[in-house]
Nanobody
Framework: QLQLVESGGGLVQPGGSLRLSCVVSGSTLDYYAIGWFRQAPGKEREGVACISSNGGRTNYVDSGEGRFTISRDRAKNTVYLQMNSLEPEDTAVYYC????????????????WGQGTQVTVSS
């Protein structure tokens, strides 16, 4: 059974950085695309970035372009989301999720989800 566990969230000041981690167990990253998603209170879940099973990267949100970087360590079966120059609008619960092989076009195409980690950007 595929399981995902996020960590690395917290409270950070505007302009600060955080690195989120998503540890995958039950299979390897060779078979799964891993996406990062976020959901703020009262808003719909939105995709942030994804890395496919072959290592291809996709950014879902224009606002993250140049600020958010997704990467993976296959030896550790872990996917990271490096977030720089954080803004209050980035405040949300961040989730990682797995889809077989390729990055989905919608969060509904992802089969397994982590429990989420809270990111709060505030002074």
């Amino acid at each position: 059974q595929l399981q995902l566990v996020e960590s690395g969230g917290g409270l950070v000041q505007p302009g600060g950085s955080l690195r989120l981690s998503c540890v995958v167990s039950g299979s390897t990253l060779d078979y799964y695309a891993i996406g990062w998603f976020r959901q703020a209170p009262g808003k719909e879940r939105e995709g942030v970035a994804c890395i496919s099973s072959n290592g291809g990267r996709t950014n879902y949100v224009d606002s993250g372009e140049g600020r958010f970087t997704i990467s993976r360590d296959r030896a550790k079966n872990t996917v990271y989301l490096q977030m720089n120059s954080l803004e209050p609008e980035d405040t949300a619960v961040y989730y990682c999720a797995a889809a077989l092989w390729s990055c989905g076009s919608s969060w509904r195409e992802y089969d397994a989800w982590g429990q989420g980690t809270q990111v709060t950007v505030s002074s």
